[in-house]
């Protein structure tokens, strides 16, 4: 099931209509509906800005299976979980999630692999949400907006922050960057 169907099905165990969920959630009212109709991918601050009115995990939008013990992802066996938009408005996909987690249903992390494709900005929140985010840099460079600071990183290089302070990351040098991201919600 696509986030946008689960989107949708939360919404509506919640009894919450098009136009108050949007309201809570400071979103455009067409915008989710596209979103639920699959129209366009959510970018992951609008996954985490639902999960917040919801009351629910941001993996609950990603999550494939119900595991409570243990899980493994072999290599190759992490494909994209799904692709999303910088600002979840454009019909073209520029961001590749593949959660690590996906299976384990009573998780307080979410991990994830993340490519960023070159010119694009990736905004973690659209301008921030509770919680702490990690990222390792696997492969190409990125910068890091983290408030008013500009942060290079290079394949090697981590950056671990509070998730309530504006931020946003876009590879740089003109080459896809590959990330690994763990995001920590309160619930």
Do not use: C, W
């Amino acid at each position: 099931m696509k986030p946008g169907e689960k989107i949708r099905l939360q919404r509506e165990d919640k009894k919450l209509d098009l136009k108050e969920t949007a309201q809570r959630t400071q979103l455009d009212e067409k915008q989710l509906a596209r979103i639920e109709a699959g129209e366009v991918s959510p970018s992951l601050g609008t996954l985490i800005k639902l999960a917040r009115v919801f009351g629910v995990r941001l993996g609950t939008f990603l999550d494939d299976q119900q595991e409570t013990g243990a899980v493994v992802t072999r290599k190759g066996e992490n494909g994209p979980t799904d692709n999303m938009n910088a600002a979840g408005s454009q019909p073209r996909e520029n961001l590749a999630f593949s959660s690590l987690a996906r299976q384990k249903s009573d998780r307080h992390m979410d991990p994830f692999l993340v490519e960023v494709e070159p010119g694009v900005e990736y905004d973690t929140g659209s301008s921030s949400h509770e919680g702490e985010e990690f990222m390792y840099v696997l492969q190409g460079s990125v910068e890091v907006t983290y408030g008013k600071e500009k942060y290079e990183l290079k394949a090697g290089d981590t950056i671990y922050y509070d998730s309530i302070v504006d931020h946003k990351v876009k590879a740089i040098n003109n080459e896809k960057a590959l990330l690994l991201a763990v995001v920590y919600l309160p619930v």
